[in-house]
Nanobody, 127 residues
Framework: QVQLVESGGGLVQAGDSLRLSCLAS????????MGWFRQAPGKEREFVAG????????NYADSVKGRFTISRDNAKNTVYLQMNSLKLEDTAVYYC????????????????????WGQGTQVTVSS
């Protein structure tokens, strides 16, 4: 069974940076697209960034493009989200998720396409 554990969240000021990590326990991590989602209070969960199994294709929400970078290290079963120039509106619980289809070249933005989810890590940006 796949388990995903996020880490790296915290309280930062606007303009600061954070790097989130998601460690996967499964043996087939390298076969799957991975995604980062976030959910702010009172809002629905939204796609942030995704990366296909080989790392060759990435996808970003318009709101974070140019500021956030997703990457992965398949040898470590870990996906990262580097967040720079953080804004107040980035405050949310951030979740990592594993796509449901192995060896896919798609990096979907729909949460329904991801079958495994972590517990989330809180990111709070203050002014």
């Amino acid at each position: 069974q796949v388990q995903l554990v996020e880490s790296g969240g915290g309280l930062v000021q606007a303009g600061d940076s954070l790097r989130l990590s998601c460690l996967a326990s499964g043996r087939t991590f390298s076969r799957y697209t991975m995604g980062w989602f976030r959910q702010a209070p009172g809002k629905e969960r939204e796609f942030v960034a995704g990366i296909m199994y080989s790392g060759d294709i990435t996808n970003y929400a318009d709101s974070v493009k140019g500021r956030f970078t997703i990457s992965r290290d398949n040898a470590k079963n870990t996906v990262y989200l580097q967040m720079n120039s953080l804004k107040l509106e980035d405050t949310a619980v951030y979740y990592c998720a594993q796509h449901s289809t192995a060896l896919s070249y798609m990096v979907p933005q729909s949460a329904s396409r991801y079958g495994y989810w972590g517990q989330g890590t809180q990111v709070t940006v203050s002014s």
